[in-house]
Nanobody, 113 residues
Framework: QVQLVESGGGLVQPGGSLRLSCAASGIIFSLNGMGWYRQAPGKQRELVARIGSGGSTNYADSVKGRFTISRGNAKNTVYLQMNSLKPEDTAVYYC???????WGQGTQVTVSS
């Protein structure tokens, strides 16, 4: 059974930065892509960024140029570096492995002055 544990969220002022981490256990997924998603109150969960097994990346238009997704050397971790944060980035952030059911508990990101 796959377990995903997200961490690194918190309260940050507009313009600030956070680095989210996701650690996966229970499966070796070096051949799977991984993505970061977010869900704001009253809104549907949306894809924020994805990294493929070969390292290719894609981002939601709303975060391009501000967020960077990367994988750890051990391949069981994925990161999301978030810079120039805006209040509209406030949400619970989740990671997910392509093709594998299940979500972690998420990590809350709040951007507010």
């Amino acid at each position: 059974q796959v377990q995903l544990v997200e961490s690194g969220g918190g309260l940050v002022q507009p313009g600030g930065s956070l680095r989210l981490s996701c650690a996966a256990s229970g499966i070796i997924f070096s051949l799977n892509g991984m993505g970061w998603y977010r869900q704001a109150p009253g809104k549907q969960r949306e894809l924020v960024a994805r990294i493929g097994s070969g390292g290719s990346t894609n981002y939601a238009d709303s975060v391009k140029g501000r967020f960077t997704i990367s994988r750890g050397n051990a391949k069981n971790t994925v990161y999301l570096q978030m810079n120039s944060l805006k209040p509209e980035d406030t949400a619970v952030y989740y990671c997910k492995i392509d093709g594998i059911a299940g979500w972690g508990q998420g990590t809350q990101v709040t951007v507010s002055s």
